[in-house]
């Protein structure tokens, strides 16, 4: 039986496409109100695992609990516990950030007011505004705002800051930091070392598909004997670290 003081438990995780191994061996306990980073390189593998976990990847090998759910075969209990923002985002663009809002709320029974979440990401100005014309980090608390509407107590977050200038990125942050204040339990898929050492209490480095770390960002670099996250990522895969786009 699985530990049920842990929010995810992921054993063993196998995943292949063709000839090519995506992910090898992956085993990840995430604790409740925890942020674990993955961080890897382009291809590492990190997209595959958090999608094995959320559900929407069936694994070819291993096995996944959320909150002691198994996310294939209870996939609507799932999801009322689970918040998934992906790195690109098929929203109606015609939609304005309140209709949004509107829609994706009505799958849940206790979903965030409407005018609170719109606050929360920093929106409020925007709501009348059409998807389409939202600035790239107005999309990304957007969709962050929509991973959050159903209250889930676990998120994943997939490079949400791609693409996103310094004073986006701070704002972002901000709210990643605003969840951990509130226990929520939180997998954040990342390149970017800054960001990874702010706002992770623990950080599993993944490289050619196996999860060669699992570590704080402190322990990380005293283990490479490195001087930063950076020297330590390159030191433990013998990758130079993404520049964030």
């Not at 530990?3 to 995780?13: G, H, I, Q, T, W």
């Not at 198994?70 to 790195?87: C, M, S, T």
């Not at 204040?181 to 898929?189: A, F, G, M, Q, S």
Request: net charge neutral; with cysteine.
């Amino acid at each position: 039986m699985e530990d049920e003081s842990a929010a995810v438990v992921a054993r063993n995780l196998g995943k292949r496409y063709g000839g090519t191994v995506a992910v090898d061996d992956v085993s990840l306990r995430v604790e409740t109100g925890e942020i674990l980073g993955i961080l890897g390189a382009n291809g590492a593998g990190k997209t595959t695992t958090v999608e094995m976990i959320a559900g929407l990847r069936r694994p070819d090998r291993g096995h996944v609990r959320v909150l002691g759910l198994d996310p294939r075969r209870e996939r609507a209990k799932v999801r009322q516990v689970l918040g998934i923002q992906l790195q690109q985002a098929s929203l109606h663009h015609a939609l304005t950030v309140r209709e949004l809002i509107e829609m994706f709320a009505a799958f849940y029974p206790d979903p965030r007011p409407a005018g609170e979440l719109l606050e929360f990401v920093g929106l409020t100005s925007q709501r009348a505004t059409r998807f389409e014309k939202l600035s790239g980090g107005q999309q990304q608390r957007l969709s962050i705002a929509l991973a959050l509407i159903g209250r889930p107590r676990v998120a994943i977050l997939d490079e949400l800051t791609t693409g996103l200038d310094p004073r986006a990125r701070r704002q972002v942050w901000a709210m990643i930091e605003r969840l951990r204040d509130e226990e929520v339990t939180v997998i954040l898929v990342s390149h970017a070392m800054e960001e990874v050492e702010r706002l992770c209490h623990r950080v599993a480095l993944l490289d050619g598909g196996r999860l060669t770390a699992l570590d704080t960002p402190a322990g990380l670099v005293a283990r490479a004997g490195a001087g930063n996250l950076d020297e330590a990522f390159v030191a433990l895969s013998g990758k130079e670290p993404e520049e964030p786009a």
